[in-house]
């Protein structure tokens, strides 16, 4: 069994930088790939980014490329999304899903314009 737990979320202005953690407990998570979606009030969950389980490929939705970063440390069973030059538009709850099959709980990011 996978437990996940996010944290790094919050409220920052437009501009500014946040990095989200996704720690497991349980089951390592160097045997899954991982991904962050997020979802906006309104809007359907999409995906963000991903990562493979050994860290050497990673994609990205279009509209956040060349501004987050995704990356992973499995021997700390965590993995991470470094948001920089955060836009209003990026406001919502993060999840991070871990082989597809397990999601945490989420954390809010909230950027003011």
């Known amino acids: 069994q996978v437990q996940l737990v996010e944290s790094g979320g919050g409220l920052v202005q437009a501009g500014g930088s946040l990095r989200l953690a996704c720690a497991s407990s349980?089951?390592?998570?160097?045997?899954?790939?991982v991904s962050w979606f997020r979802q906006a009030p309104a809007k359907e969950r999409e995906f963000v980014a991903g990562i493979v389980w050994s860290g050497t490929m990673t994609n990205y939705t279009d509209s956040v490329k060349g501004r987050f970063t995704i990356s992973r440390d499995n021997a700390k069973n965590t993995v991470y999304l470094q948001m920089n030059s955060l836009k209003p538009e990026d406001t919502a709850v993060y999840y991070c899903?871990?082989?597809?099959?397990?999601w945490g709980q989420g954390t809010q990011v909230t950027v003011s314009s």
């Open positions: 349980g089951r390592p998570l160097i045997n899954y790939g």
């Open positions: 899903n871990v082989g597809g099959l397990y």
